[in-house]
Each structure stands twice: as C-alpha cells, then as structure tokens.
C-alpha cells in the first residue's frame, strides 16, 4: 500500500501549523511545552517499538541496551527542561533557540519510530518516509530549485 499525499493537503497543513504556531508564540512557554510533551509522547511509542523490534524480529531482547536507550531519552528530557529554564535569559529568541533544538529531537524521535515501524512491518514505505519525501518536494518548489 502507498500512501499519497497531494499538494493541496500539504498547503492546508502548512496552514494548521503556522495558524497554530502564530497562537503558541503569543503564549511562549505554553508553545515550548506543547513541544517538551509532544517528544515525550514520541519517545515513549518509539521506546516501545524498539522493545518490539528487539524480541520478534532481533531476537535479541537486551537489558543493557533498554537500559541505555532510557538513560539517553531521560537525559535528553532533563537537558530539554535545563533549556526551558533558560529561556528568559534570551529576552525575544529564547523560545525561538529552543524549538529550533525540540523540533530537531522531535525528528529525530518520528525517524527512529519509522525505522523501528519498517523492520516490524516489513514494509519499505510508510506514512512518515511518503510525509518526508513530500515535505522536501514542497521545500524545493518554494525555494524554486
């Protein structure tokens, strides 16, 4: 199965997301916590689904390294409220620096899960890689390359 995506509904969600973005900015820590909960969210399906992939499809099921796969993600969500706690030292690009760094760990985290979701589908496509590949077809149309 393929998943299509057309132009129209990716200029739609672009949309969502700057109206939405426009919102949160007027309520700067709100926003930044909306971003700290959405990769805590992520980290969680994509901690479960390495479990998954590690003992059915690996089978090699280690504590050690689900051990080291939390101690990273809990360090990452300590390092994420340490930034928090300095955005008001960056008077008007504070909330600017940090979501630029969350929305980074947020990819990450969706790349990791679709990784993780492929090996356990036995799927090469799935709905992010289609979502990623559309996003840099998009990004090259506007900057006319």
Request: charged fraction near 20%.
């Amino acid at each position: 199965m393929k998943w299509v995506f057309k132009l129209e509904q990716f200029q739609k969600f672009e949309g969502f997301i700057y109206g939405f973005n426009t919102f949160l900015h007027e309520h700067s820590i709100a926003y930044v916590i909306w971003l700290y909960c959405i990769v805590i969210l992520l980290m969680i399906v994509d901690y479960f689904l390495g479990m998954m992939k590690a003992k059915y499809f690996e089978g090699n099921l280690s504590s050690l390294k689900g051990t080291q796969g939390m101690i990273k993600k809990m360090s990452t969500l300590i390092l994420m409220v340490l930034m928090m706690l300095l955005i008001p030292m960056f008077k008007g690009v504070g909330v600017s620096m940090v979501t630029v760094v969350y929305v980074g760990i947020i990819i990450n985290e969706m790349v990791s899960i679709d990784e993780n979701y492929k090996v356990i589908t036995g799927k090469e496509e799935s709905i992010l890689s289609t979502f990623i590949e559309k996003a840099k077809e998009l990004i090259s149309l506007k900057k006319g390359v």
